[in-house]
Every structure is written in structure tokens, then in C-alpha cells.
């Protein structure tokens, strides 16, 4: 048997084997309308076939057992399940026939469904008002079915328990039992580790992409798009960063209004206000050197001396502002708001063609501004995103 998606429809494929009375007796009880019942889990008859073929000798039956709703679930027909509850699985997950069956002819969604008095989602899923397992969850709960050596080590178990006071056993059933559970939970973790790292890898290396993408299509952005698509991209790479701030308005001291265009406050509260400019036609260098040196251009220089002017305002803050700002900007978030020594953060430029001599100068306009600014190119950005990469690659 095997589980196939075929336009909006799951179908369960049923390849019949060469047993003459067994295909016969199959295919009366569906001429009949009579259910058939296969490995005490699917309840089949001639309401669910959608067709029927020979292949290579072999007669396979092909039944309905699911359809998309939503346009992203596959909802199971419970009747072939005989399940109370709905049962909805993400359409792109991989989907196969041990998503049903246990060891032992166990039917999955009939024991959970005797466990709950809901319907349910199995994979990712944002919607609220439906419970979900989300499909990490789930696959480790189909590795914890019992096998048939399980089982029988079980038994044993038991019956050694009930004899040993008045028999030599010559082994420690108990002991063997504890040993294989151990085994299994063992390799079990490591199971899930590795799917995490697996997972961590292809995370990096999709922004790796993504940002390789958007900085070959930069036209293609407005400036407001390019600038969310970063945010994204900065939050995956710094996870402490908890919230972001859109136009953070405040008064200065002298009673001027100002805002920030972005800002990102990380788990202790602390903010950090971020400037990020588009590459195209925004050089980190002037196009000019003073004695052999490279300085900032226009540009970045006015993009250094705005942080500069919003760190030294925002440092001068009242308590009260800065408790006002919280319940206005982030009142969903549990940190105490700390405006105490904030630091800049640019993302702007490129320095893939830089010269030797461009590199170093970059390095030091970077340490000039380290206790206040901190200054990545959009190559330096692609060079972090590489680094973690090849930390998951190594291990």
C-alpha cells in the first residue's frame, strides 16, 4: 500500500498480491458494497474507489481517503478512519502510509482520536481556533509506538516478574527490557537532533539565497519592501532581537519632535536603532582619498552623524518617556523598555570589489564608531550568513 496525492485528492493505493482467492474475495466485497477491512485501519468499499487498474499482473484499487480544503489541509474522510473527530494534515507534508499504521496493524488517528474530543491539525498551522500537532511532533510520536520486539520484550518482562520468586530465571528480563528503552529513547534524541540541524542548514541557506536574490534584483524593491525583507532576514541571524519598532516618535528635551524610522529592542529591553539603506548608488567610500585614505561618502556620513544626533536624544529621556514609548510601541511584550546608552546599527553598501586598501580603511571607519555604531555591509552580511552555514556543514 502507499499514499499518493492526485489533484486535490489523497488517495490510498492498494496493490492486491498474486493470491488468487484473496484478490477474489476483495473484489466481491466491493462489487457487494460490503467493507473491507485492511490492517485494522482503513474501512474501505466501493463508495471511496476511484478507479481500479491492472499493473504488471497486479490488480490495484485506488481510494479516496482525503481532499484539500482550504487550499493547505487534507481533510480525512473519517468514515474510512471510523474516527469521531476531523483530522486535517498540511498538504505539503510527505505523507505516507506509516502517518496510519503502527506496528502491529495499530490505527494511528483512531487512538488519538480516543484520547481527544476536538478536531485537529497535524503539521504547521497559524490558525488559532483549532488545536495542532505540528508535524516534528508528530512523526516523534509514531516513532514511540511499540514494535513487535518491544512487545514481546514487554511480555517477557511481565511474566518474569510474576515467576521469578519461584524459578532460576537465566536472564534479567527486566534489566533487557530497561537496556532497549534506553537504546530507543537514545537514538530517538538523536534523531530529532539531527532533523533540527537539518533544518537549522536549510533555514540559513534559504535567507543565504534570499539575500543573494533581492541584492541581484535590488530594483525590483521599493525602499519601504527592502527594508521589511531585512528586518526578516536580521531577526533569523540575531536571535535576541525580540520586537521591532516602526516610526518611534518622541520630543527631544528642547520640545522637537523626532521619530525613528526602525528600531530593534532585544530580550533585556535594550535598543538598538537600525538605518538600512539600499546598496544601489550608496557608496561606503567617497569617490576621492585624502593622502591615499578612503573616507565615508556623503551619504554614510549623514547616515552615521543622524544615529549619532537620535543616540545622544534618546540617552536624555525621561523615565516617564521612556514608559510612555513601552505602552504605546510594545505593550505586548514582557521586557522593561531600557533607553539607557543606546547603540546604531547600518546595513548599507558593498564591499565585494573592494581593493586591500578599501578593506582596511572599512575596518577602521568600523572601529572609529564600534562603542556607538555597528557597521555591516551587505557583503558582510552574506559573509555571517556563510559562517553559520558552514558551522552546520562541519558538524
Known sequence: ????????????????????????????????????KLYNTFRLNAT????????DYFENYFFKIGEIVDDNFYLIDKRIFETKNNFLFQKNMEIDIDYFIAPNSISILRHIDNLIAHDVIIGNSTDSNIFNIPEAEYINLLESFPTTYELQKYRQKRVAGSIADFVDLKKDANQTYLNYLNKKLHKRNDVTLNKLFDFEENKYRIIYD????????????????????????????YPKYLAVGEKIYFNTRKGKRKFL???????????????????????IFSR???????????????????????????????????????????????FEFDMISPKGFIIAGRTKNFTSEQIHDFEILKRKYSNIIDFLSYDDLLARIKSILQKFEKL
Open 48 to 55: 471511496f474507489l476511484i478507479r481500479q487498474e491492472t499493473i
Open 261 to 283: 524610522d526602525l528600531c530593534l529592542v532585544d530580550y533585556t529591553g535594550k535598543v538598538d536603532i537600525i538605518e538600512i539603506k539600499k546598496p544601489y548608488n550608496i557608496p
Open 288 to 334: 576621492s582619498t585624502y593622502r591615499d585614505n578612503y573616507f565615508p561618502s556623503r551619504e554614510i556620513s549623514g547616515t552615521i552623524m543622524q544615529l549619532e544626533k537620535y543616540i545622544y536624544h534618546l540617552d536624555k529621556l525621561s523615565q516617564q518617556q521612556i514608559e510612555s514609548m513601552k505602552k504605546r510601541y510594545f505593550k505586548d511584550y514582557d
Open 210 to 237: 534570499k539575500l543573494s536574490n533581492m541584492l541581484l534584483h535590488e530594483a525590483n524593491y521599493k525602499e519601504s519592501d527592502w527594508q521589511k525583507e531585512i528586518i526578516k532576514i536580521i531577526l533569523i541571524i
Open 1 to 36: 500500500m502507499s499514499i499518493i496525492k492526485e489533484d486535490n485528492n489523497l488517495i490510498l493505493c492498494v496493490e492486491l498480491n498474486d493470491d488468487f482467492f484473496y484478490q477474489e474475495n476483495f473484489r466481491n466485497k466491493l462489487n457487494n458494497y460490503q467493507s473491507v
